[in-house]
C-alpha cells in the first residue's frame, strides 16, 4: 500500500479513535442489518453510470484511430483525437456510444457504429488494512464481495491478525458508522457474512497492527447494539 493510501487510513482511524472516546460507544458485534452507504451502489452491467476514473474500452467499427481504452478524467470527460473532450460521467455505455456516435457523425464519420464497455469501474472500491497481507484498496468488480471475499482479495490474514476481532467503517446517512465481526464465527456459519460495499474500510485487528488502530479495535465488545460515533 502506497504512503498516500497509508497515510489516509491513519488519519481515519485516529478521527475514529476520537468519536470512540467524545460520542459514546464501541463497536457494536452481530449487526444483522448494517445498511448501505449513502451514495447509491449500481453493478456493473446495462444500467451502471460512468464515474471519473473510470476506464472504458471504445471500439469505433473499421475506425482504429478512435478503438481504444479511454480514463475518465477528474471532470468526467474522455478525450477524442481531432475531437477533444466528450463529456461522458453519469451515463450508461449505451448512452455513451449514442454520444460519440453523434459527436462523431457530426465531423467526422459517416453513420459510425460504436460499442462501449466498462474495463474498471475505478469508483467501486474499498480499503482493507490491518492484520492481512496485502493491506490496500482494492476494486470490488462488477458483483458482490462479501467481508470474506474482501479479506481472500487482500490474501488472507497474516500470522499475527485476530480473525475474532474485524470492523467494517462506513458512511450512513451522513454519520461515520460501523460494526464488527467476527470471522471465526462467520465461518462457522454463526453470524452473516456482510456486504462490502464502494468506500467501506476495512479494518482486521492482529498483535502487528499499528497502534492507532488497535485503539480503535479495542473497543470492540462481545456482543452490542448498532452505534454511530
Known amino acids: 500500500m502506497s504512503r498516500l493510501i497509508r497515510l489516509a ?18 463497536v457494536p458485534y452481530n449487526v444483522t442489518e448494517f445498511g448501505a452507504p449513502d451514495l447509491p451502489v449500481a453493478q456493473v452491467g446495462e444500467e451502471y453510470h460512468v464515474s471519473p476514473t473510470d476506464v472504458l474500452g471504445i471500439e469505433v467499427f473499421g475506425v482504429q484511430e478512435y478503438t481504444g481504452d479511454y480514463t475518465v478524467d ?6 477524442l483525437p481531432l475531437v477533444g473532450n466528450v463529456p461522458v460521467a453519469g451515463q450508461t455505455t449505451d448512452e455513451i456510444a449514442s454520444t460519440l456516435s453523434k459527436t462523431l457523425g457530426e465531423r467526422l464519420l459517416q453513420s459510425p457504429t460504436i460499442q462501449v464497455q466498462v474495463k474498471a469501474a475505478n469508483s ?13 484498496i482494492y476494486q470490488l468488480g462488477s458483483g458482490k464481495v462479501t467481508l470474506v471475499q474482501a479479506i481472500a482479495t487482500a490474501k488472507g ?4 491478525s485476530n480473525d475474532r476481532r ?7 446517512k451522513g454519520q461515520r458508522m460501523a460494526a464488527a465481526f467476527d470471522l471465526k464465527a ?4 454463526q453470524m452473516p457474512d456482510p456486504d462490502i460495499y464502494p468506500n467501506d474500510i476495512v479494518v ?6 499499528r497502534k492507532n488502530i488497535q485503539l480503535v479495535l479495542q473497543t470492540l465488545p462481545l456482543i452490542g447494539l448498532f452505534t454511530r460515533f
Do not use: H, Q, W, Y
Open 204 to 209: 482486521v485487528d492482529g498483535s502487528n497492527v
Open 74 to 79: 477528474d471532470l468526467g470527460r474522455i478525450r
Open 186 to 189: 462467520i465461518r462457522r456459519g
Open 9 to 26: 487510513v491513519v488519519c481515519m482511524s485516529a478521527l475514529l479513535v476520537t468519536a470512540c472516546v467524545t460520542k459514546g460507544g464501541p
Open 124 to 136: 467501486r472500491r474499498f480499503t482493507i488494512d490491518g492484520a492481512v497481507m496485502a493491506p490496500g
Open 166 to 172: 474485524i470492523a467494517i467503517f462506513r458512511t450512513i
Open 157 to 160: 490474514l497474516n500470522e499475527s
